[in-house]
């Protein structure tokens, strides 16, 4: 028989830069929104408390709707940090540089990305007997 050592030991806790802040601000239903800019083909994701605020941010600058729903303000962040550990950078604002992958990762996500630039695959499989 062989001698066999336990090694005892603690695992320690890695401390996370994301702030978690449990104010009413976070959980408080609006609107989730996915922008798009033709002239600097980029996309914007934000949160808007209701129609009204939505439509200033519209009429602010040059981007077209692409989709929305309703959600919370926490989504927004759960979806930004998600992207940044994807390996998505993003810049101020929540502006992302378009791409083929991150509207695969927004719509896989279950963030309104619309039909316009994305269309989802749909695999249909074949029962076939022979």
Same mark, same amino acid.
Not at 19 to 39: A, P, R
Not at 75 to 99: A, Q
């Given at each position: 028989?062989?001698?066999?050592?336990?090694?005892?030991?603690?695992?320690?806790?890695?401390?996370?830069?994301?702030?978690?802040?449990?104010?009413?601000?976070?959980?408080?239903?609006?609107?989730?929104?996915?922008?798009?800019?033709?002239?600097?083909?980029?996309?914007?994701?934000?949160?808007?408390?209701?129609? =009204?605020? @939505?439509?200033?941010?519209?009429?602010?600058?040059?981007?077209? #709707?692409?989709?929305?729903? *309703?959600? %919370? &303000?926490?989504?927004?962040?759960?979806?930004?940090?998600?992207?940044?550990?994807?390996?998505?950078?993003?810049?101020?604002?929540?502006?992302?540089?378009?791409?083929?992958?991150?509207? =695969?990762? @927004?719509?896989?996500?279950?963030?309104?990305?619309?039909?316009? #630039?994305?269309?989802?695959? *749909?695999? %249909? &499989?074949?029962?076939?007997?022979?």
């Amino acid at each position: 028989m062989k001698n066999r050592k336990i090694i005892k030991g603690y695992k320690t806790l890695i401390s996370s830069r994301f702030n978690v802040d449990n104010s009413e601000d976070k959980f408080k239903d609006g609107i989730i929104y996915t922008l798009y800019s033709d002239e600097f083909n980029s996309l914007k994701v934000g949160f808007a408390e209701n129609d =009204k605020v @939505l439509e200033k941010k519209l009429s602010k600058g040059a981007l077209i #709707l692409l989709d929305m729903k *309703k959600g %919370k &303000k926490k989504d927004l962040y759960l979806l930004v940090t998600t992207l940044k550990e994807l390996g998505i950078k993003y810049s101020d604002n929540f502006y992302f540089k378009y791409s083929g992958s991150l509207m =695969k990762h @927004l719509s896989t996500l279950g963030w309104p990305v619309g039909r316009s #630039l994305y269309k989802q695959r *749909k695999i %249909k &499989k074949e029962l076939v007997c022979a």
